[in-house]
């Protein structure tokens, strides 16, 4: 008996083989894949240290403004000497960027939200939901996302 070769053959064939291929590149599989998450050396800022990423240092943020972390997506600030806060840096209007931090705002470009740099709620709208808080610690000079 042969076996002749259908398209119906050669399409199963090809999707079982795309279909392992895809479990094995994303991981699938197992509970503890033993993977680990490392940071490049050429990330600025980037560290492996307990505690989370380390963003800035405190003398890095100026007090009754911050700084704006595009690639985190976070906005660190420093409402009073000493007292650091930390804010997505997504506006919670229509989800752009923040661009500046100043005179006391977290401001957006890209429709004029202003948020308050203590607690992230609206300074000015058009946002009516506050910036969210982030986790950040503070260890003697260095600030860590975590």
């Known amino acids: ?62 007090v009754g403004g911050g700084k704006i972390f595009k690639d985190q997506k976070v906005v660190v600030t420093q409402p009073e000497q000493g007292s650091f806060k930390a ?9 752009c960027t923040v661009g500046s931090v100043s005179d006391g705002t977290i401001d957006c470009p890209c429709h004029g939200s202003r948020f308050r740099v203590a607690d992230g709620s609206v300074a000015h709208g058009p946002a009516t939901e506050p910036l969210p808080a982030e986790q950040i610690t503070v260890e003697g000079n260095s600030i860590r996302l975590t």
């Open 1 to 62: 008996m042969t076996h002749e070769t259908t398209r119906r053959t050669v399409l199963l064939a090809t999707g079982a083989t795309g279909a392992a291929a895809f479990v094995a590149a994303c991981g699938g599989g197992g509970g503890d894949s033993g993977s680990t998450s490392t940071s490049s050396p050429t990330d600025p800022g980037a560290t492996n240290a307990p505690g989370g990423q380390e963003l800035a240092t405190t003398d890095e943020i100026p």
């Open 87 to 95: 804010f997505s840096a997504i506006c919670t209007h229509q989800h």
